[in-house]
């Protein structure tokens, strides 16, 4: 972090100027830099990047305006979510759009909001997969409960993982996105070994 | 600094139509995580839509900007729900009736506990899940028979303003299909979902119009 107010702000002068770089790579750091220590005064530079010939430069360019969080990048952003050839760039556009206007905090939590509800899903798969191998041979309630008693002994890792996903408000979310009974059975006995 | 309610407007437009139409997997799945972060309850019925993708990334995402939003929810956004689940009218009349009584839905019960007096009491409370599911249903299917033209509706704004039209002619149904949501809670509406569409998608939100219906 620059400590020295004149100094950084002959960094971002310096940076505002190699955003017109010829080369594209400079021009992408330039953006990545100024969504670091640019402010509301670069947003007219970090606007007119989007249209850069180079998608990298875009997509820097879309991050920076991201984090800079001026209501003055929206109209430009949605035209490149609407028109920009790269798909990369297009998501990154709906990212920007999605935080620009929240605080810094407010992103934060959402962040792992979504970071948590991306992990259920991974473990909602997994436990999909363990069904899958369950389901050929057949077994009764009990040697599920066993099966999976073991599974969780072997990898403490995982236990310790579910043990944190399996909080009381995502159990509900889990057992709507399994849909088969024997599916709930696991989810159950899941519960039951990690609180143990 | 408060956005104007003009680039609100844009920005809102922008992300529903990248959700729903953009070819790329990742941007319809960025985009409904964005309209997730805008918490703004117009962006309900586009995610209910969204929850139909056909891809896996872009459901989840949906279902988890639904929960974002989820405490802004109105009992309107049911009916948008519901016209989603009946977006298959084959399902809806191919599908034989469901006998709830032989369900396995003792694996519903919330909590996991092991004794017999547990067992027991899960069982007293899956006779009322059970029942509260087939009233779901049966209100359902009522609402079904009486209107064949919106469940044949392919247009989907269409379809959601003659339900909106119709539960408003019949506030009767109307309540009481509120009610029986209410009293079965969830799992009673997803079992009844799930016996009636045949559909692992539409389970989706059920606990979200939950929400909704004790929010009202």
Not at chain 1, 67 to 80: S, V
Not at chain 2, 97 to 116: L, P
Request: with cysteine; glycine share 4%; hydrophobic share 40%.
């Amino acid at each position: 972090m620059i400590q020295n107010l004149a100094h950084k702000q002959m960094a971002i002068e310096t940076f505002s100027s190699t955003l017109r770089d010829n080369s594209p790579e400079i021009r992408a750091q330039s953006a990545e830099v100024l969504g670091v220590i640019g402010s509301y005064t670069e947003v007219p530079e970090l606007i007119n990047a989007l249209k850069d010939s180079n998608a990298q430069v875009r997509l820097n360019a879309t991050k920076a305006l991201a984090k800079i969080g001026d209501e003055n990048a929206i109209p430009a952003l949605c035209q490149l979510l609407s028109e920009d050839p790269d798909d990369e760039v297009r998501s990154s556009a709906a990212s920007a759009l999605g935080r620009i206007g929240n605080d810094t905090a407010q992103n934060i939590a959402d962040d792992s909001d979504i970071e948590a509800s991306k992990s259920i899903a991974v473990f909602t798969s997994k436990i999909q997969q363990l069904l899958i191998q369950f389901e050929q041979h057949q077994p009764q309630n009990p040697e599920v409960h066993q099966s999976i008693a073991q599974i969780l002994q072997q990898q403490p890792d995982l236990k310790q993982k579910l043990h944190q996903f399996l909080s009381p408000s995502s159990i509900p979310l889990i057992r709507a996105l399994i849909q088969n009974s024997l599916g709930q059975t696991m989810l159950d006995a899941i519960c039951q070994e990690v609180a143990d | 600094m408060p956005i104007s309610n003009e680039f609100r407007e844009m920005r809102f437009r922008s992300l529903c139509h990248s959700l729903l139409n953009d070819p790329s997997i990742t941007v319809r799945a960025e985009s409904a995580l964005a309209l997730g972060r805008l918490r703004d309850e117009k962006a309900i019925p586009n995610l209910c839509q969204a929850l139909t993708d056909e891809n896996e990334q872009v459901r989840i995402n949906a279902v988890t900007a639904l929960s974002i939003l989820d405490e802004s929810l109105t009992s309107s956004d049911i009916v948008t729900l519901l016209i989603l689940l009946f977006r298959v009218p084959k399902a809806m009349s191919e599908t034989p009736k469901y006998d709830f009584r032989g369900a396995n839905i003792g694996n519903f019960a919330e909590t996991v506990q092991g004794d017999q007096i547990s067992t027991q009491q899960n069982y007293a409370a899956s006779q009322n899940l059970a029942e509260a599911a087939a009233e779901i249903q049966k209100l359902l299917e009522q609402l079904a028979q009486n209107n064949p033209a919106i469940f044949a509706e392919q247009d989907q704004a269409v379809a959601i303003e003659s339900l909106h039209q119709e539960l408003k002619r019949n506030p009767t149904l109307k309540s009481r299909l509120l009610s029986a949501l209410k009293s079965g809670g969830t799992e009673a509406l997803k079992i009844a979902l799930e016996t009636i569409l045949k559909n692992p998608l539409v389970a989706i939100p059920v606990e979200t119009i939950k929400g909704w219906i004790e929010a009202e």
